[in-house]
Structures are given as structure tokens and as C-alpha cells.
């Protein structure tokens, strides 16, 4: 999955970008509330961590751009300790979850997984297509109840079009999600990356439909 971290504070912005990194995210980062609200109504992403005491513009002001203009990713807003108010705000513009300072990044990553999970339509943290299934919180995959040995990127793939598995993902909304900015954002590496992960799962698992993208197939 995509995500942006956005927090003026380096370590903290720094900790945070490691930490989604880790549980499977692709993360981009921002330091200011304007470059925040630029990437966020330009670019796809399946979570936000937005601070809310930002400079330039401050996150109050960022969430509520995005939601006049449709963006409705989900956000979970981070707050000072005893700032009530400010979390009333952050849900009232909307928020989808908040987390007040001082916290645990695990329980930060749960709660990602989770906005995520319930924003694909899928409630609790495995992910079933036919015989293939995914442990979201474990970053681990069966099929036909072989463990599967797979890359980060194999796995996001794998995951990504689990999520979505009721309609073809375009090739270029995989790329976005997969490769963010990276030099690798091209056709020709996500065709490799499928090849590569098709030939871990066997045939009947990864559908291609010419000239509109990937799926999973609900009998594998």
C-alpha cells in the first residue's frame, strides 16, 4: 500500500516512515502543511498520517482541502497530549482515526492496517481469494495451504490485488501503489515483478485481462 507521513519533526517523521516501511507500506513523507496538501490532491494514496501542528499551512487546514476537493483517503491525524479540541476538529473535518503524542508506532500500524482493510471493504486482517490466503497483520501468504516465500514487493503486489479483488487494477494504479517516485516506476518492471510472483504461485492465480490490467482469480 501507499502512504503519506506527514510531520514537521525529523525523528519522529523519520521513525514513522520506518515503521510503515516495515509493515509493508510504500511511504512518501512531507515536513510542511502545503507540500502535504499538494501531494495529497495530486497523488493516490491508501493512508495518511497527518500531524496537525504543521508549518506553512497547518493540518486542520490540509485535511479540509482535501475533502472539499474529494480526496477521501483514509487520514489518521496525530495530536498533542490533552489537545481534545484539536481531535474534535480533526474527525469533525474528516479524519478517520487520531492518535495523540506521545505513542507506540505498533499501535500506529495497527490502526493503518486496519483504515486500510476496512476502506478495500475487508474487515478483519486476513484476505481470502479461492485458495490463496493473506495474513495482513503477519505480512504472510498460504496457498492451498503452502506457505508462500515472497519479496516485500511480491508480497505488496499480491496483497494490493487481493484487496481489489473485485475488479481488474490497472497497470498504472499498481505502479503508482507499488513504485511511488522511484526510477522503477515503468511497464516493463511490474511486468517482471508479475512474472516473477506468477511463477511462485502456478498458473490460475494472476489473471491478465489484455489492455486493462491484473486480478485474482477467485478459483485459484
Do not use: C
Not at 166 to 172: F, G, H, K
Request: net charge negative.
Amino acid at each position: 500500500m501507499r502512504a503519506l507521513a506527514v510531520e514537521d519533526d525529523p525523528r519522529i517523521q523519520r521513525d514513522l516512515a520506518a515503521a510503515l516501511s516495515a509493515a509493508g507500506f510504500r511511504v512518501e513523507t512531507a515536513a510542511d502543511g502545503e507540500q502535504a496538501w499538494f501531494l495529497g490532491d495530486t497523488e493516490d494514496y491508501d493512508l495518511v498520517v497527518l500531524d496537525l501542528g504543521l508549518p506553512v499551512m497547518d493540518g486542520l487546514a490540509v485535511l479540509k482541502r482535501w475533502r472539499a476537493n474529494g480526496r477521501d483517503m483514509p487520514v489518521i491525524i496525530l495530536t498533542a497530549r490533552g489537545a481534545w479540541t484539536e481531535r474534535v476538529e480533526g474527525i469533525d473535518a474528516g479524519a478517520d482515526d487520531y492518535l495523540p503524542k506521545p505513542f507506540h508506532m505498533e499501535e500506529l500500524v495497527a490502526r493503518a492496517r486496519s483504515l486500510v482493510r476496512r476502506a478495500a471493504g475487508r474487515g478483519a486482517p486476513m484476505i481470502t481469494a479461492g485458495a490463496l490466503a493473506i495474513d495482513a497483520n503477519r505480512m504472510t501468504a498460504v496457498l492451498r495451504g503452502v506457505p508462500l516465500a515472497l519479496s516485500p514487493l511480491e508480497y505488496r503486489l499480491m496483497a494490493y490485488l487481493a484487496l481489489h479483488r473485485e475488479r481488474v487494477v490497472a497497470p498504472t494504479e499498481l505502479l503508482e501503489h507499488l513504485y511511488g517516485d522511484d526510477d522503477a516506476r515503468e511497464a516493463n518492471a511490474l511486468e517482471a515483478l508479475v512474472a516473477r510472483l506468477r511463477r511462485k504461485l502456478g498458473p490460475g492465480v494472476i489473471g491478465t485481462r489484455r489492455g486493462f490490467g491484473y486480478f485474482i482469480e477467485q478459483a485459484a
